[in-house]
């Protein structure tokens, strides 16, 4: 346990202008928040955990949580000023942590190890933090066993993807491909059927039904998935309202998990 | 068309410091922002509308939307920078309305228009706009008849709630009641058959059939509904995983208001 006396204290320097950090460089590090996000982050084991940053008043509530973590972990205290300070803004909960990503091995790595019956879900040009992060929440609570995302998506580790997402992308495996040509390829390879949930599918998604891998592509809300993309694969559709057929992608994205999920 | 050249123009007071605005008296009134919204907001029987507010590199783009306005309306005309100080931040899209809302005559006239097999969604203790914006697109895309809220949760005409819903709280008719009590009696004296949509419920809300009136309950994430308005009525769950039995409240609503909806 340290005390943190001044934001220029080089031993908080990664947590220093969050809100800006996202934007550069990260080394593979991200900012975890919150007690829930933390207690994932702590039990993950495809991250390291390299300090916390907790304010004073927190500290007492957070004892079971910091119990989980590495026993070497400095844990940084601040006052609210000191973390104000740090962080560039008013940190309402006052429980952040320094996380870095362990190198997985990338996609080919990931599918291998997936079971024979594995769903995972892939994302196309999702770009918008908070989808991210709550297409992931949803893919944590229908047990889909992985995430791949194209270059044009969102980092999931993004401060506020993570935080979006209730620490789910620290749970969910996930993998980037560069462009939705290689990931549908790549698929292809490991044995996957393909489907892609879209206003205008050719069929209902609560016909689907699993057999073997299966990966489900989302696409952005007002282009969708790009056509190329789609000819190759049976596409899905949610049936809905015909005066409002208008859904949030993460909304889309968890009827279509809910259904294709394998404890129904 | 009205060109504006001063953010101190009487005229367009109304939509002066957007931001502070959803905080102080309203009088009704709201800000409706995007082309989507505006065409829903000029199509809504419930709603007057004041004037709008188009950046002038916006206009032509709007013809077609704008036709559907009431012809008196005045359309305000301004430079990037001219609506920037008036809005008192970037305004992205440069496309804003004022609108007004009807005196519908309040949740008893609401329930009273209401067909036979009517869906209502009532949230108790919503008070995240997103969450509201988010429950009532999901509400429309599923044909919801109406939304009932409890005075805790957020009023749907804050700005930020309506660029959420796309434009869907315009759509499905909503009323106020005071509290939960409140909201059950009036309900149930209209025949509604209410359930809870809770994670702990006793049955599968998949296994629920619609028969006659229904008001299904959303409440917090963190808090859920009040236990003694639980203990009221038949509560539903969704089920999911074990190990992250954790849906945020419009992914579930999504997941149910799909599975109630009367076209499946």
């Given at each position: 346990m340290i005390r943190i006396e001044s934001a220029e204290d080089p031993?908080?320097?990664?947590?220093r202008a969050i809100r800006e950090r996202d934007l550069v460089g990260r080394e593979g590090r991200f900012i975890a928040e919150g007690k829930v996000v933390l207690n994932v982050l702590f039990s993950a084991r495809r991250f390291e955990v390299e300090s916390a940053l907790i304010l004073e008043s927190r500290l007492s509530g957070m004892a079971a949580t910091l119990a989980l973590a590495p026993a070497e972990m400095p844990v940084y205290v601040a006052s609210q000023e000191v973390m104000d300070a740090i962080a560039g803004f008013h940190i309402h909960r006052g429980v952040l942590a320094l996380g870095r990503r362990r190198d997985g091995g990338g996609m080919d790595a990931l599918l291998a190890s997936l079971p024979e019956d594995a769903l995972v879900v892939a994302l196309v040009g999702i770009s918008n933090h908070d989808n991210v992060g709550a297409i992931?929440?949803?893919?944590?609570?229908?047990?889909?066993?992985?995430?791949?995302l194209d270059a044009s998506s969102c980092d999931p580790l993004y401060r506020k993807a993570i935080r979006v997402s209730v620490g789910a992308v620290l749970k969910v495996p996930f993998a980037t491909a560069p462009d939705e040509?290689?990931?549908?390829?790549?698929?292809?390879?490991?044995?996957?059927?393909?489907?892609a949930l879209s206003p205008g599918g050719a069929e209902e998604i609560g016909d689907f039904r699993r057999a073997g891998r299966t990966a489900l592509y989302l696409g952005t809300e007002g282009e969708g998935l790009p056509t190329t993309l789609m000819a190759r694969m049976k596409t899905m559709r949610i049936a809905m309202s015909d005066s409002f057929d208008s859904l949030n992608v993460a909304a889309a994205s968890a009827i279509a998990l809910h259904r294709l999920w394998r404890g129904r």
């Open positions: 031993r908080i320097a990664p947590y992931f929440r949803n893919a944590a609570a229908f047990e889909a066993d992985a995430v791949l040509t290689s990931l549908f390829d790549t698929l292809a390879r490991y044995g996957f059927t393909q489907i």
